[in-house]
């Protein structure tokens, strides 16, 4: 049992009326102690729910953010005149309607705007189809590649995915407790804030309740981070809705938030949101979508390309957005840079495999 930990989980863990913040720091601590399995599995199931309970603050939030720098990965600076767009999105997946979020991502690296992502595989609670499972439908096998090879292939491609059981194990060591808990804890909100790249970028933080916003701005206001955006997305995903007012927060030099509100109808894009119809649905949907044929989903691809390609500077505006994301699709780009993909990422695998050796 680690000492060191019981005394801040007992500051958290005290009650409604007694419990106490941490510091920033002491939340790295405790993060820290965490993820190197230093406190015991009591503790760190007790830890994370009673911090959820109490609800996490600015600072402990920047807290676990300066610990997951400090122990888990961080791809070096690429060349580009364009910051890496990190979209955040929940670990746990879509259930209910149908992720566009690879798709934006294709458009992006498309247009020269390099783009990164992370997550896991599927995660409790929720359980939904995570960003792996599609990638790996789409043909590429991104679970096999280190960390380097990631590198390599932003640096090639404009597209990079970090892949939590491959490139940070020790986070990777603490999703059972999500099961054990049966609830989301605070790890859930940071890995919608984490930018595991070392160069410039913007980060795109999504969210389901209100009050996720402001945390996120104090949270990126405390590390300093100036450049992100946060998307009160389908379910909670940086994936603009079609059926309501899309709300979105740009962060400001000086710490504050400008308020952007989008009406799909405005654009001739309203319409109910895609609904998910299963797996193998998605698949032949999304691969229907890269052949440029008609339907809801190419217009939600569309809508969340356009407005990408508008905030990451590649287009003036949001109308441009959407006609250059409507061009690259059609003209065959996008399935273009999702071909690129799958060659690098063979040409990756096969290089780092030992002569004589097949990869199955």
């Not at 807290?63 to 910051?83: F, H, K, N, V, W």
């Not at 790996?136 to 390599?152: C, I, N, P, W």
């Not at 790249?197 to 795109?204: D, E, L």
């Not at 402001?214 to 946060?230: P, Y």
Request: glycine share 10%.
């Amino acid at each position: 049992m680690s000492q060191e930990f019981r005394e801040l989980l007992k500051k958290v863990g005290s009650g409604s009326h007694t419990s106490k913040d941490l510091s920033r720091e002491e939340s790295a601590l405790a993060t820290r102690l965490m993820l190197l399995q230093e406190a015991t599995p009591a503790q760190i199931g007790a830890f994370m729910i009673s911090h959820r309970i109490k609800r996490p603050t600015a600072a402990e939030l920047a807290g676990m953010l300066d610990a997951y720098e400090a122990l888990g990965p961080t791809l070096p600076a690429i060349a580009s005149a364009i910051p890496v767009m990190v979209l955040g999105c929940p670990y746990d997946g879509r259930s209910r309607t149908a992720p566009v979020t690879p798709l934006t991502a294709l458009i992006l690296a498309a247009a020269g705007a390099p783009v990164l992502l992370h997550g896991g595989d599927r995660m409790p609670t929720k359980e939904g189809i995570p960003l792996i499972e599609i990638w790996q439908a789409l043909g590429l096998s991104l679970e096999r590649l280190d960390l380097a090879q990631v590198h390599t292939l932003l640096e090639r491609t404009g597209f990079g995915f970090i892949y939590l059981p491959q490139h940070f194990p020790a986070a990777q060591s603490l999703v059972p407790y999500r099961e054990q808990i049966g609830k989301r804890p605070p790890f859930a909100t940071i890995e919608l804030m984490w930018s595991p790249y070392g160069g410039a970028s913007q980060t795109v933080t999504g969210y389901v309740h209100p009050p996720t916003e402001g945390l996120a701005q104090q949270t990126f206001q405390l590390r300093g981070l100036q450049r992100f955006i946060a998307v009160k997305g389908l379910e909670g995903s940086c994936d603009l809705p079609r059926s309501r007012t899309a709300i979105i927060g740009l962060g400001q030099p000086d710490g504050s938030i400008e308020r952007v509100l989008l009406h799909p109808r405005d654009y001739g894009f309203a319409a109910e949101d895609v609904p998910f119809e299963g797996d193998e649905w998605l698949h032949r949907s999304l691969a229907s979508v890269l052949q440029g044929e008609p339907s809801e989903l190419m217009r939600s691809t569309v809508w969340n390309g356009g407005f990408y390609l508008w905030r990451s500077g590649v287009s003036e505006s949001l109308e441009a957005g959407l006609t250059l994301a409507t061009t690259l699709i059609q003209q065959g780009q996008v399935q273009a840079k999702l071909d690129q993909l799958r060659q690098a990422v063979l040409d990756l695998t096969l290089a780092a495999s030992p002569v004589g050796l097949s990869i199955s």
